[in-house]
């Protein structure tokens, strides 16, 4: 069984540029969820979509917003990019959200520079 | 506000050696799990506990849950290389989402 995949694993871009990262999730998990890490934060949730609906959300600005389409793939779109927006971003996918421990399988994060 | 402190921040060991990274908390959580990365890599589930008081061995690896399921720690014997990495742990509050704590970064060395 394919793990998450997420694509691209690196991107660069400059201040103001906006930037769309993808997921995929492992076959037949329906719940994605994303996070930044950075060495300050640590790692810090962004977002969960399940079922294409967003089912919990960060205290990220408005800047940051995702998706997920009707086969579970997700993206996620940071728009206005700045210089702090540079770090790992991960997506995780888990089986049964809302059933007893949520258990997440990482994919291997698109690292993302700001210049 | 971080509801999750670990600590040490950065632990610097020989091989052999023994050690524990500790994962505490004021709120109280339905489980918690215990994730090591490595570089390049994401985060990987290493186990998940549930009970208060509850204890998991993983070959080298002991977890436990505190008794009011606020902290947790993991206890690693005879540390190797192998074992380097950041640890993390991360608890959930019923359906809520994930909170992963700061983070231990472990560096083992031959």
């Known amino acids: 069984k394919a793990g998450v995949t997420q694509t691209p694993r690196y991107l660069i871009k400059t201040r103001g540029q906006q930037v769309t990262l993808s997921c995929s999730p492992i076959s037949g998990h329906r719940s994605v969820s994303w996070y930044q890490q950075t060495p300050g934060q640590g790692l810090q949730f962004l977002f969960e979509y399940f079922s294409e609906t967003q089912r919990n959300k960060g205290n990220f600005p408005g800047r940051f917003s995702g998706r997920q389409f009707s086969n579970s793939r997700s993206e996620m779109n940071v728009s206005t990019l700045e210089l702090g927006d540079s770090a790992l971003y991960l997506c995780?996918?888990?089986?049964?959200?809302?059933?007893?421990?949520?258990?997440?399988?990482f994919g291997a994060g698109t690292r993302l520079s700001v210049l | 506000t971080q509801l999750l402190e670990q600590s040490p921040q950065f632990l610097s060991i020989q091989e052999g050696e023994n050690l524990t990274v500790y994962c505490n908390s004021s709120?109280?959580?339905?489980?918690l799990q215990w994730y090591r990365q490595e570089p390049g890599e994401g985060p990987v589930l290493l186990v998940t506990v549930v009970t208060g008081g509850e204890v998991k061995k993983l070959k080298r690896l002991t977890f436990q849950f505190g008794d009011a399921r606020k902290d947790s720690s993991l206890h690693i014997t005879a540390a190797q290389p192998g074992d380097t990495g950041l640890y993390l742990c991360a608890g959930a509050r019923n359906t809520d989402k994930l909170i992963f704590g700061t983070g231990t970064r472990l560096q083992v060395f031959p």
């Open positions: 995780a996918s888990s089986a049964f959200p809302g059933q007893g421990p949520n258990i997440q399988y």
């Open positions: 709120s109280v959580f339905s489980s």
